[in-house]
């Protein structure tokens, strides 16, 4: 670690960095961002299709988000929730009623989506009274203890600090394209599996949860559908399991609906939420019919920040701007447009593309058809290099992925497909 001497005070000082292990996607040091762009140090522009990993939902710096939040500083930064109630927390309570899934009427406000989803784990081992809980391949739900435990997306998120959690088990999500299956054929083995596993590793009176999310985020942007939901649906109302959705990554207009879930016809019996719902500013939380909230035992829940009444204002406001905008059918819209322009951009390097609203992968493989990480981080830094800013995913990191904010128009759309086609050229 380096040390300097500083000889004003007379003595040396160690000149501190950033953790190694947190290494940049993209070269750009950021002096401001506008909407769908960010403005580098070194004065080019980046279109940014990362959003913050699907976080600034209304863009960057959106005036009246940053207006909501400047005005709060300035009454009130911090009324922690338990002691003092705050209006920011009244008023975005009474908003997310108007948004969230009937009958989840009951909310309780973290910092980090690793935080609500411990909370919606602990809430539906409480309820229960059961131990087990049922993952899906390839999900992502976290990096403190529990979360990593219940995260199959990449051994990063959990090795090396064993031993996780008990009581964690996983059940196949119906991953059609790495099966080489149809979906209709990949959602019936998926169906099956998860009942073989009640009959022999975690029996239906003893699962307090399944937690699914509705695209597999750091997975792939594998989309779920239907049948499987409902399936699960089914099952969870059969047997009295609680259903989670974790909207984290897909909540608040980013799939083309409110939330992921709305697209195949069910509705959770609690929604994990954070990411896009302050544009930035750090807020997470669950939501639950008020009966299954009461539930939770007496001291489970709570926090020095959740709450944050700034956090809160802007979330009143980022709220405002996507129902004001009608953000939500933009992203729906744009989001055809994205998928449709990166299939029809596909070369023989991209085994596949899906994704739902603006949530939109391309997988990239070699000429055996198996993954290539290496392709997909060569296009990701040549992209970022012409000005597009993107992110990888995947088990092998080998799918590149586009989160544009829900602003994005429909010539930002095209002027990234016009890159994306100049890279996927010279890769």
Not at 44 to 60: E, P
Not at 128 to 140: K, L, Q, S, Y
Request: proline share 5%; glycine share 12%; with cysteine.
């Amino acid at each position: 670690m380096p040390i300097v001497n500083n000889p004003t005070i007379g003595w040396s000082l160690t000149v501190t960095r950033l953790s190694p292990l947190l290494k940049q996607a993209t070269p750009v040091t950021v002096e401001y961002g506008q909407g769908s762009y960010l403005y580098g140090t070194d004065g080019r522009r980046y279109l940014d299709f990362t959003a913050g990993i699907g976080v600034t939902s209304t863009g960057h710096c959106h005036p009246r988000v940053v207006e909501a939040a400047q005005k709060q500083v300035g009454s009130l930064i911090h009324g922690q929730y338990t002691t003092v109630m705050h209006k920011p927390m009244i008023e975005l309570i009474e908003k997310l009623g108007d948004v969230l899934p009937p009958g989840l009427d009951s909310v309780f406000f973290a910092n980090s989506g690793s935080e609500a989803v411990e909370a919606a784990l602990r809430l539906a081992r409480q309820a229960t009274g059961r131990p087990n809980i049922i993952v899906f391949h390839g999900g992502f739900h976290g990096r403190t203890v529990a979360a990593a435990s219940m995260t199959t997306s990449g051994t990063r998120f959990s090795a090396g600090f064993s031993p996780l959690m008990a009581g964690v088990h996983v059940a196949p999500f119906p991953t059609a394209y790495r099966w080489g299956w149809s979906e209709e054929e990949a959602t019936a083995f998926a169906l099956r599996e998860l009942d073989y596993l009640f009959a022999t590793i975690s029996a239906p009176n003893e699962t307090a949860a399944f937690i699914i999310e509705p695209v597999l985020g750091e997975g792939g942007y594998i989309p779920a559908n239907t049948t499987f939901m409902q399936g699960l649906r089914e099952r969870a109302d059969k047997h009295g399991i609680i259903l989670i959705a974790d909207e984290i990554q897909t909540g608040f207009g980013r799939t083309g609906k409110y939330f992921g879930h709305q697209h195949f016809g069910i509705t959770p019996d609690v929604v994990t939420l954070a990411k896009g719902i302050a544009s930035g500013f750090p807020i997470s939380g669950i939501a639950a019919s008020e009966e299954l909230m009461s539930k939770a035992w007496p001291g489970s829940q709570g926090g020095t920040y959740g709450g944050n009444a700034v956090a809160c204002a802007a979330a009143c406001a980022t709220l405002d701007v996507i129902r004001d905008e009608d953000l939500v059918e933009n992203a729906r819209v744009r989001g055809h447009q994205l998928l449709d322009g990166v299939r029809a951009l596909a070369t023989d390097v991209i085994g596949d593309t899906r994704g739902l609203g603006l949530l939109v992968g391309s997988e990239f493989v070699n000429a055996d058809g198996q993954p290539d990480g290496a392709k997909a981080a060569a296009a990701q830094k040549l992209a970022a290099s012409k000005g597009l800013l993107l992110l990888m995913c995947g088990a092998y990191m080998n799918t590149v992925r586009m989160i544009p904010p829900l602003v994005v128009t429909e010539q930002q759309i095209h002027d990234g497909l016009g890159i994306w086609k100049e890279v996927l050229a010279e890769i």
